[in-house]
């Protein structure tokens, strides 16, 4: 028996884009795994950037979710009237595009930057790669090789020179204005330098996610798997998953969530150019962490730890995360010796394909309570 998973990082898809996910899918799906809260990403159509859009998620989430939800607000180079309206207490936090990715939302305006690193008054979390090196890189294998690059070259184009640069930024602004920064999908290992592990996770200003796909993927399964595991930020190299997962734990990474992102097959076709960045992860998470840990690479308690308790700390989420008297029943039933195989016929993502398709799990979640009540009962959503 585990407290339930806390996902900080989802992209649900709705409102604008829900042929390929929305809220009760993918709610679902979640449950399914083990995940029995969320946090969802702005970058939807329209934006979450202003408060009118955030209380219509939090409307349609109070009406369609089978877990429990939150929303992140989006900060742009001109919305900061708006963030100034934001109450605190109902958003995990502000996020910050600092390169461009799925929706547009790039904030590259060094005055917007500084000015809400300055005046936010709540949690940064950031999307971190230089537009200015992505571009470079995209323009100069372009000239070399022409427009239809295979997948082998988005790691090439998405460098960790490009990650580095972009979280190296936002450190130096954080730590020049105070603002307490949290950058998500970490997936090089030299950005590990610029996070503290000799102090505990209340004392840190600035602290770090990693996604499960840079836990288990290499870039080396690009030949096998292709443009399925096509992420922003990129699946980097061994080395760099060998390191971020000695940083799970060793305190370094303090959280464990899943950047699930929905898109349809036919968007994840092309060039890696053209086809869609992001996959479904949200039902296999939680099932993938433990069988890492079955393997040796952490221990079951760090899956805990990572994806329940630590995100509740690092949010503040009140009386979730642990299993504890007076505390929320979100609760998962993990059955330890359980073998199955994920298949078209037991993925509840909208999108309907998983880039674990084939792959062998050793344990399954057998049943998930939220806030009391069974809503994942031996395979069956109970609504």
């Not at 795994?33 to 989430?61: A, H, Y």
């Not at 537009?131 to 372009?142: F, G, T, V």
């Not at 298949?343 to 398709?357: A, D, T």
């Amino acid at each position: 028996l585990l407290p339930g998973a806390i996902d900080d990082q989802v992209h649900f898809r709705e409102p604008g884009f829900t042929y390929k996910g929305d809220i009760f899918s993918e709610s679902r799906a979640a449950v399914a795994g083990g995940v029995t809260s969320f946090m969802d990403m702005p970058n939807t159509k329209p934006q979450t950037t202003t408060i009118e859009q955030l209380e219509w998620k939090l409307q349609r989430g109070a009406e369609m979710s089978a877990a429990n939800y939150s929303f992140f607000f989006g900060g742009t180079n001109d919305n900061f009237d708006e963030i100034r309206k934001v109450d605190r207490a109902r958003v995990p936090g502000l996020k910050l595009f600092l390169g461009s990715s799925t929706g547009n939302m790039l904030v590259d305006n060094p005055e917007s930057l500084k000015r809400i690193f300055s005046e936010a008054g709540m949690l940064i979390a950031v999307h971190a790669e230089k537009e200015e090196i992505i571009q470079r890189n995209r323009a100069h294998y372009m000239e070399l090789f022409g427009e239809d690059l295979d997948i082998s070259f988005h790691s090439r184009i998405r460098s960790e020179e490009a990650c580095y640069a972009s979280s190296s930024e936002a450190a130096e602004l954080a730590l020049r204005t105070g603002a307490r920064l949290h950058i998500l999908h970490l997936s090089t290992a030299k950005e590990l330098t610029l996070l503290r592990n000799d102090i505990p996770l209340s004392q840190k200003q600035i602290t770090g996610e990693v996604c499960v796909h840079h836990l288990w993927f290499i870039d080396a399964d690009y030949a096998r798997l292709g443009n399925l595991i096509k992420w922003n930020p990129s699946v980097k190299t061994a080395a760099d998953r060998k390191a971020l997962r000695d940083a799970v734990n060793n305190q370094t990474l303090d959280i464990v969530a899943t950047d699930h992102a929905p898109h349809l097959l036919q968007e994840k076709q092309g060039s890696c150019l053209t086809a869609a960045s992001g996959g479904p992860l949200i039902q296999h998470s939680l099932v993938a962490m433990l069988e890492m840990a079955r393997q040796g690479i952490f221990t079951p308690e760090k899956v805990v730890e990572k994806m329940s308790h630590l995100p509740a700390e690092l949010f503040h989420v009140e009386k979730r995360g642990f299993i504890r008297p007076g505390y929320y029943a979100d609760l998962v039933l993990v059955d330890p010796e359980k073998t199955w195989t994920v298949n078209k016929s037991n993925i509840l993502y909208k999108c309907g394909w998983s880039p674990f398709e084939g792959q062998t799990f050793h344990q399954a979640v057998k049943q998930t309570f939220v806030n009391g009540a069974c809503v994942f009962d031996n395979g069956q959503i109970n609504d």
